[in-house]
């Protein structure tokens, strides 16, 4: 499996934005980005993948760059509630089932 | 639409010991994936069922075992408990996909072993 590489840990301000990167410099040409996020106490949560083109939803945006080797998970307006471990994840297009492989991730904090 | 459920949620047992955890995956999901998350890691693969069958495992020993039901809920086995089997259990359920497929994750169950 590629393996993805993240800050261990990120802070930031309320209401501001946050840039999560991830390197994946092994990455193939089918392999899906994909984050999940883990919010203390609960079990992971999808937040947004994408394959090569940006991506929005209502939870972020994924940015990825033109050679695909890293992305950028962007939350644009931080709340408290967003303090989570945030994982970046590889997976393989072919995988005809959905085994994912977490790293360690990056652990978020928000300050009020 | 209940999501991905788990029992118990917590749950102490002694070495040697066996222990089972039960999954009721999301409505509309056929397929069922364990991690075992230790504290302050990542979770790990365990295995994956897909019609009541083990599809995927990841590296661990057969001391750890599963199944699954028609109506696809599944329950983890685990034997002879160490105390390094100590962690969160976490279920997650998907239909069976490729690649694009998300992952909806139960709030685990943490076991102790003692």
């Known amino acids: 499996d590629a393996k993805t590489t993240q800050p261990n840990s990120m802070e930031s301000n309320e209401e501001e934005p946050v840039h999560l990167p991830c390197n994946h410099s092994?990455?193939?040409?089918?392999?899906?980005i994909h984050w999940y996020r883990q919010l203390p106490s609960q079990g992971p949560e999808y937040v947004i993948h994408g394959l090569t083109s940006n991506v929005n939803n209502r939870m972020a945006s994924l940015a990825i760059a033109e050679d695909r080797k890293s992305s950028t998970l962007i939350l644009h307006r931080a709340t408290l509630r967003d303090a989570a471990v945030y994982y970046c994840i590889l997976l393989p297009e072919e995988t005809s089932g959905s085994r994912l492989t977490f790293g360690e991730g990056t652990q978020l904090t928000v300050n009020p | 639409d209940a999501g991905v459920t788990q029992s118990p949620t917590h749950l102490i047992k002694t070495r040697g010991q066996q222990v089972t955890l039960r999954c009721s995956p999301k409505?509309?999901?056929?397929?069922v994936s364990w991690y075992q998350q230790a504290l302050g890691q990542g979770p790990q693969f365990i295995f994956q069922?897909?019609?009541?069958?083990?599809?995927q495992r990841g590296n661990f020993p057969d001391r750890f075992s599963g199944h699954q039901f028609p109506n696809y809920s599944s329950e983890l086995n685990v034997n002879a408990l160490l105390l390094g089997d100590s962690a969160l259990y976490l279920c997650?359920?998907?239909?069976?996909?490729?690649?694009?497929?998300?992952?909806?994750f139960g709030p685990g169950t943490r076991l102790l072993v003692l």
């Open positions: 409505s509309g999901h056929d397929t």
């Open positions: 092994t990455i193939s040409g089918t392999d899906y």
């Open positions: 069922y897909y019609e009541e069958e083990e599809r």
């Open positions: 997650a359920s998907s239909s069976l996909g490729r690649g694009q497929e998300t992952q909806y």
